[in-house]
């Protein structure tokens, strides 16, 4: 395909108009006649016992249709082959705007509408279409199904001939992905997990995988992520905006959405769900040239290196054109100032502590995991950027600043074996004291062998505290989010009765 292109591109400086159309009508023939690939996915290992269980899930739920044009699996994401996309028929912004140039800009149009013809697929019989598994309303594929027309097998040649030539053909493995809160740490983790599963369920190399961004969103600061993770990325919008609007893509596979994602909140208590957690994170520093060095060492308990994630006010989406963040603390440099000042000159502790904070906004994401691998307690307040605990080494600490609790970040550190600790604060008055005890309880949790002194607050206030908040965020679950399972509410209750009839710091490890 690569040698056709090349030579049409020759064509198009030498050769007349109707000379060049007339070999690009005999490429794209030589395309769309080619016979399918085979599908090769985990599924086929000769070791199927090493499979993990939700891969297992997927292959002994999957669907055929149409000579295998569509594969649905476990009615969750779909895997298209041959398959032309007509960006003309995409309604909506076309996507990759500077942010100051669409400032208050609807949501809605950068959730694509799809009109019917935008997915074309072969299929001799248009009625198998209708068998397709219902997705259900969260699942972004419902939608897309509906957009879905078909084109005959046998007559592709023709179908290339027509006036809609195509003007793009597309080799290379890629997965549609239709981002929501782009602009957020924590759901662009989601995804990029989501996509990194597809690539070893393939069994494709996450960094031959194409991208394709089916929404409107303009440009974002968490973007580039997905072309240092995976191969590159398009916008289906910038196909649009182009003479030649047509996309043939050998495989398309459509990606499940965050709220899906088996990282999202909305799937916890994760169980056997999460996988390759270790791969993808080893995955993410490699992309990012980071070796991890004694990745496995155990806490260094004579020098304890804490880190203090600050929240500054930035413009991420259009939205929020002044910038303000959420969740702030209000008096921020008063609270590090004696913070610092507390931890260098009381003698809480039978070990030294370094102690440092900054914005992550301000640096690159190679500077933020740099230091996040070597942090052993990350501090911060409810917020995306607690994103990174999946990140830190196993067995250290990340402590939970809620000004509103949420059990999102719990259930990250739980996956990735680290000590979670609620801190309950206010956010008009943070008082740095407050936060002393609890680094005093999480080092009692990462370094249990080491002495606390005997200024360490009673025990049983912190399980006093942490149960109120546990309760509270258990009514939260129960009556004001319909997307958490009755198993993750039961779940928070029993660690809320756990961490009540228990009295020994151990019980902290929320």
């Given amino acids: 395909i690569q040698i056709l292109f090349i030579s049409y591109l020759h064509l198009t400086a030498m050769n007349t108009k109707q000379q060049t159309d007339q070999r690009l009508t005999q490429v794209l023939r030589s395309v769309c006649s080619q016979v399918k690939k085979n599908i090769t996915t985990i599924c086929d290992s000769d070791n199927t016992t090493a499979i993990p269980v939700l891969f297992s899930q997927w292959c002994k739920n999957q669907v055929n249709f149409c000579s295998s044009s569509v594969i649905v699996y476990d009615q969750l994401f779909a895997l298209t082959r041959s398959v032309i996309l007509n960006s003309k028929l995409v309604i909506g912004s076309q996507g990759g705007e500077d942010i100051q140039d669409v400032l208050n800009q609807s949501e809605d149009v950068e959730f694509y509408q799809f009109k019917q013809g935008f997915i074309q697929i072969p299929c001799s019989n ?48 890629t997965i549609a992905v239709r981002r929501r809160d782009y602009a957020n740490w924590y759901h662009t983790i989601t995804d990029l997990y989501t996509v990194y599963i597809l690539c070893r369920f393939f069994n494709r190399d996450p960094k031959t995988a194409h991208i394709l961004f089916v929404d409107g969103h303009p440009k974002g600061n968490l973007d580039s992520l997905w072309s240092t993770l995976f191969h590159s990325y398009q916008r289906a919008g910038q196909y649009r905006a182009s003479n030649r609007s047509m996309i043939f893509y050998q495989e398309l596979l459509w990606s499940y959405q965050q709220e899906l994602s088996h990282l999202d909140i909305s799937r916890a208590p994760y169980k056997d769900e999460v996988i390759y957690l270790d791969d993808f994170r080893q995955h993410v520093f490699t992309s990012f040239n980071i070796k991890l060095t004694n990745d496995s060492a155990a806490v260094n308990c004579d020098l304890i290196n804490i880190f203090f994630l600050l929240r500054k006010n930035y413009v991420a989406h259009p939205r929020n054109p002044t910038g303000k963040v959420e969740r702030q603390i209000n008096n921020e440099m008063q609270v590090l100032q004696e913070l610092q000042a507390k931890l260098n000159e009381s003698k809480l502790f039978s070990k030294n502590t370094r102690f440092k904070s900054n914005y992550f906004e301000t640096l690159s994401m190679y500077e933020q995991l740099s230091i996040i691998l070597n942090t052993d307690i990350l501090l911060g307040v409810h917020g995306a950027g607690l994103t990174h605990v999946l990140f830190m080494k196993k067995n250290r600490g990340i402590i939970e600043l809620s000004l509103n609790t949420g059990l999102h970040f719990f259930f990250l550190a739980q996956a990735r074996n680290v000590n979670h600790l609620y801190c309950p604060v206010q956010q008009d008055k943070v008082s740095a004291t407050d936060i002393v005890e609890c680094i005093t309880n999480m080092l009692s949790l990462i370094c249990p062998s080491n002495k606390i002194s005997s200024n360490t607050i009673a025990i049983t206030s912190v399980i006093t505290t942490i149960s109120t908040t546990l309760i509270t965020s258990t009514t939260v679950l129960s009556t004001s989010n319909s997307k958490y399972s009755n198993s993750t509410i039961n779940q928070t209750r029993q660690m809320t009765v756990n961490v009540t009839a228990t009295t020994t710091s151990a019980s902290l490890i929320l």
Avoid: M
Avoid at 133 to 158: C, H, K, M
């Fill in 126 to 173: 248009d009625s198998l279409l209708r068998q397709l598994p219902v997705f259900g309303p969260r699942n972004d594929f419902t939608e897309w199904a509906l957009s879905i027309d078909t084109y005959n097998s046998q007559q592709t040649a023709d179908k290339c001939n027509t006036t809609q030539v195509l003007g793009h053909v597309i080799d290379d493995f």
